[in-house]
């Protein structure tokens, strides 16, 4: 539990730092990014979380390329990433054809007129971007750190709970017309803890986690995150493809397997990766008798 924790008040940290900045900075940004400041601080504590992860990480002494998950010779690696990949695109695309046959997602009769190689590219892009962060932070280096400490179980759980929760730690809107101010500033980062326990959110939480759990087991039947990685980049690839060019209909019986967080995870994908989690421990267990 430790470690997590740690983990946590260093992302939280970095928020903190960011809302605290946003005060003398934050009009200059606003116009330059044209973006609310709510979201300048979201975005700004995700990048300083990311400039001072090598020294995180080194004063937890997880920096080094086994803890971090990059054990692999690097074309040992590159072929598992691939293969990954592939298997990820497989994954979401089991998921989003079945809320197609149940007619929970439909093709526009007039399309979308997005540009499919635009999507594309910024499905890869976006997804071996997120994948190498986000893993390198999570099926990496926390991962590492509570299974030390805790044991295979807790690293499993842990690390794939604040997985989970970090996507629904968003800061909160100023109040219409407010000034940025240090005590608005603050209210907006404080309000974000709040908003990990709507229950809206509890479909998509559970899917996240469930998400988790299935990328810590691939960790650990394979000793790198370079299948995480992959399997990450494949679903976001899915994932914008899917929203790009289909359309959740909120009049199906079905809707409420599908969250809001993205219109698409939610109590289906929570299964789905459930009952491929357990597969993939029945196979590894046999595999390991044989």
Known sequence: MRPTLIFFAYVMAAYAVAAVLLVPFGD???A??????????SRGGLLLALFGAYYFLKWQRLADRDSLGYGLPAADFRRAMLRGFAVGVVILCCLSLAQVVLELRFFPEDGTGRPLLKVIAQGLLGGLAVGFIEETFFRGALYSAVRRSAGLAAAVVLPSLLFAAVHFI???????????????SLTSLAGAIPNLFQPNHLDSFAALLMVGVFLSLVRHVTG???????????????????????LLDEKSPYVF???DYDDLIGWLAAAWLGLLSIGLMAWHRRRQTR
């Open 28 to 30: 200059a940004l606003a």
């Open 257 to 259: 397997l599908v969250g």
């Open 224 to 246: 790198s995150i370079a299948w995480c990685i992959g399997l990450h980049a494949g679903w976001v690839l899915v994932i914008k493809l899917t929203l790009a060019y289909t």
């Open 170 to 184: 968003k800061p909160q809107p100023f109040p219409p017309g407010s000034e940025i101010t240090l005590a608005n």
């Open 32 to 41: 330059a990014v044209d973006a609310d400041p709510h979201k300048i601080i």
